[in-house]
């Protein structure tokens, strides 16, 4: 597995991370949600984000990385 530890310019890279906050969602059972973030390596910023319940999924990272497509063709927008 290639390791990519530099970018050249804005959304080049970016890295998935999984964290489970120090909080937790009393609904029908209590529960800690998983914090999905789509991290920029150039900028080191945030892209998208998506929160789940139980354990880090594929469907989470496909969510983030929507979230992140999804502002930066807003951002896009407001550049032209």
């Not at 991290?39 to 929160?51: M, N, Q, R, T, V």
Request: proline share 5%.
């Amino acid at each position: 597995q290639e390791q990519i530890e530099s970018a050249s310019r804005v959304g080049e890279v970016l890295v998935i991370d999984h964290t489970a906050p120090d909080f937790f969602v009393d609904d029908i059972r209590r529960h800690r949600p998983v914090l999905t973030l789509a991290i920029d390596l150039f900028s080191k910023l945030p892209f998208g984000f998506a929160i789940g319940n139980g354990k880090p999924s594929a469907s989470l990272v496909r969510e983030a990385l929507a979230d992140a497509e999804a502002r930066t063709a807003a951002i896009a927008q407001l550049d032209a």
